[in-house]
């Protein structure tokens, strides 16, 4: 059983599944590079116009998959993959590189798509979720939708994807980082991170619904809109700014490698491992 599912629901719409719904899709290695190959596969076809990003089960994504084997210190070599390699090695190299590649790496990758995109989200997305919402150009959810970074619980500044003020502004952002706190999906509508909110019966229906209005357009031209918008944003400083959270985001796990042994705060993995 994979752990991404690639379907075609509409004629030019493709809509890819997270199938982890035992894990309350917790990204681990292997989901992260099997959903990128799934989004290059849907960005190659020249039959498909949208992509979709879902998820089976009642939640999203819980985030980050802490519980994979070795999560902390190396992982599976990836070097073929991307620009980046040295999961492997010591220390805040092997980590920086690993978290360069598969979150900060992928989310950008995902970002800039020449093929709109859309979340379809229900449940709750924990952290690394947003990791995969925020990229999506556009984000359908349902009623019990609830959206939350909790990284600063655990002793980091946030995401390693680190979009929190271009999301909703820098009140909100350092709010909801400061409390770890959770934006409903009416809330999330309200601040501009969600384009809408529906009920959960409804939401796959709507959303493909609103992928095949929008695969009705000019592809070329549905390209270029994205590619200016997304250079409005970026024109705002947004690429050094995401590059200084990141550096900074692995200055925190290095301090908590140095202070706990833990990449992250050893209170939150208590908390963690026993709920
Ligand atoms: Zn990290």
Known sequence: MSVVRYELPRPK?????????ERRNAQDTELLYALNDAFDRAAHDEDVAVIVLAAEGPHFSAGHDLREDEPFASLHDHDTV?????????????????EEEIYLGFSERWRNIPKPTIAEVQGKVISGGLMLVWPCDLIVAAENAEFLDNVVAMGVNGVEFFNHPYEFGVRK???LLFTSGTLTAREAERIGMVNRVVPLARL?????DLAARIAEQPPFALKLAKQSVNAAQDAQGRPDAIRTAFALHQLAHSHNMQVHGLVVEPDFMKRFTRG
């Open 204 to 208: 796959t229906e709507e959303t493909l």
């Open 82 to 98: 991307g620009p980046y390699c040295g999961f492997t090695r010591a220390g805040a190299e092997g980590l920086m590189a690993r």
């Open 173 to 175: 952002a350092k709010e």
């Open 13 to 21: 719409v493709a809509r890819i599944v997270l199938n982890r719904p």
